[in-house]
């Protein structure tokens, strides 16, 4: 089997062991690997990961374009990198321009850290820049263990979104609402053509039961494999899925195959 993991995380090598660390006193969790890139390649490896997909985040305006910078000159060797632009940056709507122009895959939001709701109205031109340049966008999606008890990016929340923007391509991680896995049946899971989920970092807060009633409500064919690495070892995930009474077809279709026809790849 073939895995491309659609969800990861890197520093830069001045950065990553300052970030990593204040994370996990934050969370408690121990992460997996140092931050930085060369330790998500390594874990990649442990696990048999050609591919994967880095989700930076600005969690300033003043950080968007060194990090996508950045993003641009690792991409590589089976690593693909979304950018990122922050929702109270006056230049939100040329940075997407830039960042497709620098070869990105999409971008990456984070409620949490950013501050905002996916559905607010004030994000709507950077969403239509999005769309209309055919890139994909990537949201945190529910709790966070690494951030204050609010929750922004709820399952309602993703169901406004891609009913407003029909033909942008939204990614929910964390299966669509990290512990709100009642809500995401409710609301989103199976009801929007435009949105996938994936599953980083789900594997010790979900019932294999609901997640499998998930998976089937959703379509194996919307569903992505990601392990939110290093917050979570890409084992984790990788088992979980491998215990559901999942088919083959639809194993492949979750560890690789809907990514590759999500970032174009031949």
């Known amino acids: 089997m073939r895995y491309f993991d659609f969800h990861t995380h890197a520093f830069t090598d001045a950065l990553a062991e300052r970030a990593v660390s204040g994370l996990a006193d934050t969370s408690g969790i121990t992460p997996a690997t140092d931050g930085t890139l060369a330790g998500l390649r390594r874990k990649m490896a442990e696990n048999g990961i050609d591919r994967a997909l880095l989700l930076p985040v600005a969690t300033k305006p003043s950080q968007q374009t060194t990090i996508n910078n950045w993003a641009a000159e690792i991409m590589g060797d089976g690593l693909y990198c979304c950018g990122t632009v922050h929702p109270d940056s006056e230049d939100a709507v040329r940075e997407v321009e830039r960042i497709k122009s620098l070869g990105l895959c999409g971008i990456k939001f984070h409620s949490e850290y950013q501050k905002f709701s996916p559905h607010e109205e004030r994000m709507f031109p950077i969403y239509e820049k999005i769309a209309e340049l055919g890139l994909i966008a990537v949201f945190h999606g529910g709790w966070d263990p690494y951030s204050e008890d609010i929750v922004r990016a709820t399952p309602q929340s ?3 979104l891609a009913e407003a923007f029909p033909h942008l391509t939204i990614v929910a991680a964390h299966l669509g609402g ?10 989103t899971a199976g009801k929007y ?3 996938w989920f994936d599953v980083g970092v789900i594997s ?3 019932e294999d039961e609901q997640l ?3 998976i089937r409500m959703q379509g194996a064919d919307k569903v992505l494999f990601g392990s939110d690495c290093p917050w979570d070892d890409p084992a984790n995930e990788i088992a979980m899925i491998n215990r559901l009474s999942l088919t083959e ?11 590759e026809k999500l970032l174009k790849i031949i």
């Open 193 to 195: 053509g435009n949105l």
């Open 249 to 259: 077809k639809e194993k492949e279709l979750i560890f690789c195959k809907n990514a």
């Open 158 to 160: 993703f169901a406004a």
């Open 212 to 214: 499998l009633r998930i």
């Open 178 to 187: 990290l512990g709100m896995w009642d809500d995401v049946e409710r609301y």
């Open 204 to 206: 010790r807060y979900i």
